[in-house]
């Protein structure tokens, strides 16, 4: 193979140059009008009104839990296997991660687990919808009530992914978007933050610019008003005019790349069943994925990543469970088993818009040559 498959595709579009032309020759790159007209339309692609855009994901994950009253000294209940940008936010807020186990080969939060980790100092969960796979929102959702804790859902990579036909982000409080350059839209960096109501989300619109009241901060003639208080200072976080305008560029085709995606999977699906030493990670009931990735549980993980790559499929065990950290500051004994195993054995593999009918047969070839070629090696150092 001669080729090389990227795991990951960038959305590259003419409409993007030309929207990121208008705006470099309008002057207009830190604001505009293009941020409120991709938070109404994202908000539109979703069915969610209160959509706040910020700098990036983590940023968005923060104000999420700043809004939730997490503090300092408080618990969020999170998985370790997740990215980085995730988790970081609980210790910018200087809380405490209680790491929740998976359920057995899935990637599902297991929430017997997650309820007999909850105690008084529980403020939040955290639930990430790995690599986009559907988690459990609604019986979680059920059980933060039940608790009287914030539900916040890392939609990072999950753009399109849904339950019961209902998207992910849609039973949280919260709910948080990726436009990082892999994800189902990008705007080079960027997130978004969805809340339930008007009046959360323009206390976050105030937040991710300081505190500013952008209806008082200034004057009829423009000056910096005097009279108009910022109560709480906040942060920079806003998304700009420039980024904005190429997630605009990308929305109305989003939905096509989305289903592109599903029809590859089920090409890989149909390949990869009955392959000895991998198989496919099972999805939630009545769940669809965005498959971000497609992930396998695989005997012999890092040989057969190494074999795939050889030939040059750039597949990735997708994270590194984050309590391994010492940042996090976690003084945590128990067992993960199931942690444990997924990232042992988990393996994600392209399977995105950007793949040709040819790649997919050279995905499902270096998947059947690496598996074989891995069991051959273990039957030869087994005799």
Known sequence: MTKTI????????????????????????????????????FGELIGQQNVVSTIDMTSALFLALHLAGVREGDEVLTCAFACLSTNSAIAQCKATPIWVDFKPLTVEMDI???????SPRAKAVLLYHVAGY???????????????????????????????????????????????????VNTVEGGALVCKNSEIADKARRLRRFGINFKTFRTAEGEINPASDIPEIGWGMTLNNFSSALGCAQLNSAQSRHHKTIENVKKLQSIVEGMKGIKPVSVIENGIPAYWVFLLFADNR??????????????????????????????????????????????GVPCGWWLEEQDIKNIGAALA???????????????
């Not at 999950?158 to 892999?182: E, T, W």
């Open 112 to 118: 017997a687990d997650l309820e007999s980790k909850i």
């Open 302 to 347: 890092d040989e057969v990543i190494h074999s795939l790559k050889s030939q040059g499929v750039m597949a990735s065990a997708i994270h590194q469970r984050n309590d391994i950290y010492s940042g996090f500051d976690v003084q945590q004994t128990l067992k993960l088993r199931n942690t444990d195993y997924l990232q042992d054995n988990i393996i």
């Open 6 to 41: 990227p795991l990951y595709g960038v959305v590259n579009l003419p409409e993007m140059e030309a929207a990121a032309l208008d705006v470099l020759r309008s002057g207009k790159l830190a604001s505009g009008e293009f941020v409120n007209q991709f938070e109404t339309k």
């Open 369 to 383: 040559e690496a598996t074989s070629s891995v069991m051959a090696d273990n039957n030869v150092n087994d005799a």
């Open 134 to 184: 559907p988690g459990p929102a609604q019986e979680i959702a059920a059980l933060c009530k039940k608790h009287n804790l914030i539900l916040i859902e890392d939609c990072d990579n999950a753009l399109f992914a849904a339950r019961d036909s209902m998207l992910v982000g849609s039973h949280g409080d919260f709910a948080v978007y990726s436009f990082y350059p892999n994800r189902q």
